[in-house]
């Protein structure tokens, strides 16, 4: 009878111990907002604003074209120099967003961006490496590519 209820213990602390961690689906939600959070904030024309969904270290890997940037200053730089004004940066848009949760602090996300200006619509694919840090979840990885 001892070692049956030793089993009904161990059973009930470790459901209560799958049920404390975060939901797939509620980590999931919480990736989109973070990126919802940075369209609203580059639609407003607020860069360190958008930044803020980027992890904040000097391990950052930003990938576009042919270039690569380390670091959250380099790459918060390298938004300011490329979009100096409202009109250059346009309205950002992310769709189709697939986010995949790796590990319970790590999920990679698939999805296009595009940017509606003016003179011009560019549009893109991008992957994503989010980690969560004592942040939430930041943007660790970011490969973008633009379609021709």
Known sequence: MRALRC??????????CATAL???????????T???????AWNRGDIDGFMQGYWN???????SGDSVTYGWTAA????????????????LAFSDLDVELLAP?????????????????????FTLVF??????????RDHTSAAD
């Not at 975060?22 to 989109?32: C, L, M, S």
């Not at 270290?57 to 990938?63: A, G, I, K, T, Y």
């Not at 918060?76 to 309205?91: C, L, S, T, V």
């Not at 980690?131 to 660790?140: F, L, N, P, Q, V």
């Open 22 to 32: 975060p939901a797939p689906d509620a980590e999931a939600t919480n990736i989109r």
């Open 105 to 125: 602090d790590a999920a990679i996300v698939f999805g296009h961006w595009a940017l509606q200006r003016e003179h011009d619509r560019p549009h893109g694919l």
């Open 76 to 91: 918060n730089q390298r938004y300011h120099a490329h979009y100096p004004d409202r009109a250059a940066m346009g309205m």
């Open 57 to 63: 270290n000097e391990q950052l890997r930003f990938v």
């Open 34 to 40: 973070v990126l919802a959070e940075q369209a609203a």
């Open 131 to 140: 980690r969560k840090t004592a942040e939430g979840w930041k943007i660790s």
């Open 7 to 16: 089993g009904l213990l161990i059973l009930l602390v470790l459901s209560g």
